[in-house]
C-alpha cells in the first residue's frame, strides 16, 4: 500500500492534484488507515498514471472522465473512444492553427520594425493597436 505522498513521487503528481482528483471523482476515494492517512493499492497508480498522461496529452478533466468510463466497460465499442481521441487531436490541430498565426503576426511585426528608438519603435505601435490586431486577427481566421 502506498500512502499519499508516495503515489504523488511515483506518478509525478501534487498531493493537492490528488485530493483534487478524489473530490471530483477522477480517482475513488481512498481506503484510510486506523490513523486516518489515505492508502492506494496498484489500481490507483494506474488510474493516476492514466489520467496524468492523459492531461500531459491535452484531454480535458471531463474527455478524462469519459475515457475512464469507457475503460471501466471493456464490451463497449473502442469508436467511442477512437470519437473522444479525434475530437482532442481537432482541438489540438486548431491550437496549432492558432500558434502558426501568432508565429506570422510576431514575425510581421519584427520585421516591420526598423526604428532606432522606442518613441518610433513599430512592435510598441502594433501591441497598443488592439482594433489592429483584432482585425488582423479575423483575417487569419481564427
Not at 475512464?68 to 473512444?81: G, K, N, T, W
Not at 482541438?91 to 532606432?116: G, N, T, W
Amino acid at each position: 500500500m502506498l500512502s499519499i505522498g508516495t503515489l504523488a513521487r511515483r506518478t509525478g503528481t501534487k498531493v493537492q492534484t490528488i485530493r483534487y482528483y478524489e473530490q471530483i471523482g477522477l480517482m475513488p476515494e481512498p481506503g484510510r488507515t486506523e490513523g486516518g492517512q489515505r492508502r492506494y493499492g496498484n489500481v490507483e497508480l494506474d488510474r493516476l498514471s492514466f489520467i496524468r498522461h492523459s492531461r500531459q496529452l491535452g484531454f480535458s478533466l471531463e474527455a478524462i472522465r469519459e475515457l475512464l468510463d469507457l475503460s471501466d466497460s471493456p464490451e463497449r465499442s473502442c469508436a467511442e473512444v477512437d470519437a473522444v481521441a479525434q475530437r482532442q487531436l481537432r482541438e489540438v490541430e486548431a491550437r496549432i492553427a492558432r500558434l502558426e498565426a501568432l508565429r506570422v503576426e510576431l514575425r510581421r511585426m519584427l520585421r516591420d520594425c526598423d526604428a532606432d528608438r522606442v518613441a518610433d519603435c513599430r512592435i510598441l505601435e502594433v501591441l497598443r493597436d488592439h482594433e489592429q490586431c483584432l482585425s488582423d486577427h479575423d483575417r487569419a481566421g481564427a
